[in-house]
């Protein structure tokens, strides 16, 4: 059973860092796409950014030059750094893998930018 387990959320003041991870266990293999979503309350999930496996990255408008996706294959790891983070950027981070025919998600980790 495929699943992605995310770690790293926290309370952080307006302007600070966070660095979230997802480990995917279950016996994968040769993950094609690795993304992180957001869902605030009252709003819809949205992506953040994602990263294939050759490395190519895509980020949300919102986050570019803030946020920076990385993975390490060997792992089975997804990041997120988090870096001059705002009020806005408050939310429940999901780790999402595409494998097979479904995509599996994470239980996510609750992010808060307040001071």
């Known amino acids: 059973q495929v699943q992605p387990v995310e770690s790293g959320g926290g309370l952080v003041q307006p302007g600070g860092s966070l660095r979230l991870s997802c480990v995917v266990s279950?016996?994968?293999?040769?993950?094609?796409?690795m993304a992180w979503y957001r869902q605030a309350p009252g709003n819809q999930r949205e992506l953040v950014a994602a990263?294939?496996?050759?490395?190519?990255?895509n980020y949300a408008d919102s986050v570019k030059g803030r946020f920076t996706i990385s993975r390490d294959n060997a792992k089975n790891t997804v990041y997120l750094q988090m870096n001059s983070l705002k009020p806005e950027d408050t939310a429940v981070y999901y780790c999402?893998?595409?494998?097979?025919?479904?995509?599996?998600w994470g239980q996510g980790t609750q992010v808060t930018v307040s001071s």
């Open positions: 999402k893998i595409p494998y097979g025919p479904r995509d599996y």
């Open positions: 279950g016996g994968v293999f040769s993950i094609a796409v």
């Open positions: 990263v294939n496996s050759r490395g190519i990255t």
